[in-house]
């Protein structure tokens, strides 16, 4: 759980008699590295079904500008992006998957799931 | 069911011994944020397997524009565009899926289907 | 059927033994709409696998250009020429696909399958 | 002279000392046409040199919705568009291009520019 | 001059003060080859700086259209139609592009031009 | 069997405890149309899971020039190629693809796969 | 001069009186080269403006696959291909290229002119 | 003059007999809106002619990346860059190009240009 | 087994309990043809779930550095590589993929997978 | 100059009464970094008009490979390259420019040109 997970916020969905899907791209992603200090950019890609909730998509915004200056590992943040949207959402399906830009000529994307009836 | 669906004409489909699939791509949709004010852009892609009727692309188009100055959430016009034609034209089954343009930074895609059989 | 299906010539498949796939693509169709009279233009896609026969290519583009001043609508015509090529070729899965240019903004593609063993 | 000219707002150039060049990209453009009462969609892209004023992002953003239920003709709305960026910015040279989406299948881009010094 | 330039229909120039630039692509132009018989495929691109007068763009779709079974070379095609709009429009400038799809594995491009001051 | 196979050189497969797939893709391969003797220009995409045996692609290089001058239809020289694969590397699965350039505006692609349990 | 340049064929340029220009690009162009006798393949791009006359394209097509099974030099044969158009075109400006695939992680483009006023 | 401006680094030219050119492109560069708080992104590319000195990269990277957290508009932004990397290169030319992601929709790019013969 | 393996340093997965992807694309790689000394380019790309172990990214581009003036096979490498990389990250499931450039006009690209529940 | 100078073969240009261009392309350069001793990445891209002597294609990527374990910055490697060939070439006209892969998220293009009429 991240320390900004109160940043999101939720509507009700209005359709949770149907499975449908909703994927939102997010290329604006930069974090810091904790090893270098340096910057880490990459684009987040979620998908998810929704069961009684979705999420606002301003609230989201907030939440992932919130890693701007976070020092924070590939592999961690995707997870805890998983996490916190998750637990928030109590979605039917969730993947999160993020691209992160070339650094010493080598790209790098983590793609994590859950499900609510794994 | 939207104020619209009634803009919506089918004609008779010759081919109901064989399940074929219909794809209609509508990139010029345009509605308005009802929080915001502002116009949201999107493209509009359609896809079903006819049963009695096919829908009349030129009322499809008529029907499309009916949205340019309704405030509408993204998922619920989706869904609503997904109830409407289902009802007009009780495919076999049928896919709708809007991708609007990017609004700070990001981008969101809502998949939503109907199945006869489900 | 189409009057056009006489033209349409065939040549023995030498590799009967085998299933294999051949995929066409005629991207230079033109029809006419029966209800405007204006030019309809569209990219044909055939794929089939052989069973006895093959067509001929130089046929086929006669066959297809005998459309050229023809009005007729789009589920119609990606249904006959279907008919008409698995009633000449006989073949054991036939798919044609037809992706019409852009009317009033709104794209149309229309897919039907044909299969010896359904 | 547009009767939405006023919604153009602007702010000091802090390098008027300097010749330099502002290009705006706004493909999220939409009017009305005046024969058929059918949306048109289309790319505006203005470049400019300022002089002493700069134009406010957010306000031309607005000025550009304003056309949304306008009806105007091609050639019109961009020798317009100049008209009155060039009453507001007297800018040293401003170039106002909008490409048009296809129509019948046919594409149209009006090109105008304006020169201080001409 | 061509059989058909009194298909092509004008309207009045509302800015004659200003040189300005019109481009217009129609994708889908097709005629036949006086010596195969074949249909030939390409795409026109006009530009013109207006004088007195603009083409207005149905009256330009019919006109191109009523080549689709007319025998023509690429040159003549070409050449005709710079000749008709230079008469109807008695423009400033006037460029006829024509890109005619591959032939035997040839493509062929015939560009030519007009000017009100040569 | 083609008069060419003996030009396919093969070597050992070192890793033969494991299934793994090889493709090669040929862009420069051109033979001749027995019918019109005109040359035709396609790519060879070859797909393979080797047993002992992996092909040398120096020799395959020579095996597919060896079709340079050769009169051969497209169906067969796809067939052909596959069964001289088939015979000289004996291997788990193989798919062989080529795509044929545009003649009349009318593009081809044949596959056909053998597999060593069918 | 090539010994292939009879094969060259014209007709008459019905419109001397203007400049134009004529772009024809071939992408299936294949020679040998002379030092590995292996394959070269590349694109030949030809640009003219006509005085008298224009190349007829079925003869071009047939003197640029005399070469196929030629052994001559990339800038040879780019220089010839000049000389023999320019010789029986006696055009007004003349312009060949030709881009040849990558031999050995490498690619070479040679640009030859000719110019009736030099 | 920004605050930053000491992070810049030099080395010697060692080719100052010689006008040649340095293209540097760096997408990842990112600030703050003065007005909104909220982050922009865009892409920076400079080009100069080196006199005596060129820039070092590791420093121009930290240069860059100092604008992180720095509220600045777009125009200032380029225009203090330019002044910066003229003061310390004395560059014979120098342009920096700042291309920045949409807002609203709507996306800007800003062109500056320095010469020392002015 | 390479002499290169003890290169590989890992660091501990924080997210067992879920299986996750983690994709890796190295553009370039490049070693050396054992039968010519001429250099191969290539792309690697790694996929794999891991187990305890994630590969720490700069210890495997040493790795792959370590290949450059090593002179080795296309399918050797990659089954080394997949098998070093298995050995050092006991994952759950890894591929290894290389797309070598075109050497003689033909692209090769080699495919190989490991799983711990085979 | 380089010490890899008189690795460059040349042969005569048989077409020395005429100027014309060659254009070289050779996307698998690598040199090595001298100040951290990692591998740099870049596209070598050559053009000249040949007096005399035209650079043997064979000898020039044995000249170009002689790089790959040297350490030589962007710059510097770039204008010996340009010393170089203009040395053995003598040619009327020279450009070189390298195009270096992205480092820490920056990419660097250096042009150089050299003519014989200075």
């Known amino acids: 759980m991240s320390e900004f997970r109160n940043l999101l ?3 009700e969905n209005k359709f ?3 499975d449908y899907k909703i994927e939102i791209v997010a290329p604006e992603f930069t974090s810091v590295c904790p090893k270098t200090g340096q910057p880490d950019f990459g684009t987040v890609t979620l998908s998810y079904t929704p069961d009684a909730k979705c999420v606002e998509l301003k609230s989201l915004k907030f939440y992932l500008q919130s890693y701007r200056n976070e020092g924070i590992f590939y592999e961690n943040v995707t997870n805890v992006i998983l996490e916190d949207l998750a637990a928030v959402l109590q979605p ?3 993947k999160v998957e993020i691209h992160f830009n070339a650094r ?4 790098e994307t983590v793609v994590a799931q859950y499900s609510a009836v794994a």
Not at 104 to 107: A, D, E, L, N, P
Request: a positive charge; hydrophobic letters at 30%; proline letters at 8%.
């Open 92 to 94: 039917r399906w969730l």
């Open 104 to 107: 010493g000529g080598i790209t």
């Open 16 to 18: 949770p008699h149907r």
């Open 9 to 11: 916020e939720t509507f």
